[in-house]
């Protein structure tokens, strides 16, 4: 019932900064049944990986790559949860998709957004 949608990927040097921004929609009750939400990457060959997860309360893990690089901070009043992207290395290019997860331990995916980084 709820549904994502991503915007802000698209192609940048290495050393630039991206904001990736996740919209949420759905009923109310859906919207109230975020509990956290997300971003993954997926890379060409690649298992899809967590980059960052935040929840209601704001409280947020990184993966280890991307540690003091990454920001991903929450609007709970638009429902949009953003991945602020600096210092971005090719190593970042990836399919990037949000996640939100649902109280009933369901998750609800976006189509994902496209960040290459050139060298």
């Known amino acids: 019932q709820v549904q994502l949608v991503e915007s802000g990927g698209g192609l ?31 890379a060409p060959g690649k298992q899809r990986e967590l980059v960052a997860a935040i929840n209601n309360g704001g409280s947020a893990n990184y993966a280890d790559s991307v540690k003091g690089r990454f920001t991903i901070s929450r609007d709970n009043a638009k429902n949009t949860v953003y991945l602020q992207m600096r210092s971005l290395k090719p190593e970042d290019t990836a399919v990037y998709y949000c996640n939100a997860g649902l109280i009933n331990g369901l998750d609800a995916w976006g189509q994902g957004t496209l960040v290459t980084v050139s060298s």
């Open 12 to 42: 940048v040097q290495a050393g630039g900064s991206l904001r990736l921004s996740c919209a949420a929609s759905g009923s109310t009750f859906s919207i109230i049944s975020i509990m956290t939400m997300g971003w993954y990457r997926q």
